[in-house]
Nanobody, 123 residues
Framework: QVQLIESGGGLVQAGDSLSLSCAAS????????MAWFRQAPGKGREFVAY????????YYADSVKGRFTISTDRPKNTMYLQMNSLKPEDTAAYYC????????????????WGKGTQVTVSS
């Protein structure tokens, strides 16, 4: 069993930066892939970025490419999402997710989820 806890959300202005963290506990996450998803009010949960724990390979949604950076600190069992040049359309609850094996952009592929952290970007 893997427990995931997100932190770092908040209220910022357009153009600002924010860094999210996702701490994993309960068991080692070696061999797991991890991802960030987000869900805006009234919308479905959408893929943001993923990272493979094994080789740190990454993939980003087009909407965040060049602005967001996903990374991990393996000794700390923690994943990060550095968000720069934030836009009002980035406003959403951000969730981290984990699954054993290859990463996926499909939210249904993930077994473990955090409870989310809110990011609000004002114009």
């Amino acid at each position: 069993q893997v427990q995931l806890i997100e932190s770092g959300g908040g209220l910022v202005q357009a153009g600002d930066s924010l860094s999210l963290s996702c701490a994993a506990s309960g068991r080692t996450v070696d061999g797991y892939s991890m991802a960030w998803f987000r869900q805006a009010p009234g919308k479905g949960r959408e893929f943001v970025a993923y990272i493979r724990w094994t080789d740190s390979g990454t993939y980003y949604a087009d909407s965040v490419k060049g602005r967001f950076t996903i990374s991990t600190d393996r000794p700390k069992n923690t994943m990060y999402l550095q968000m720069n040049s934030l836009k009002p359309e980035d406003t959403a609850a951000y969730y981290c997710a984990s699954r054993f094996g290859q990463p996926s952009r499909d939210r249904t592929a993930y077994n473990y989820w955090g409870k989310g952290t809110q990011v609000t970007v004002s114009s």
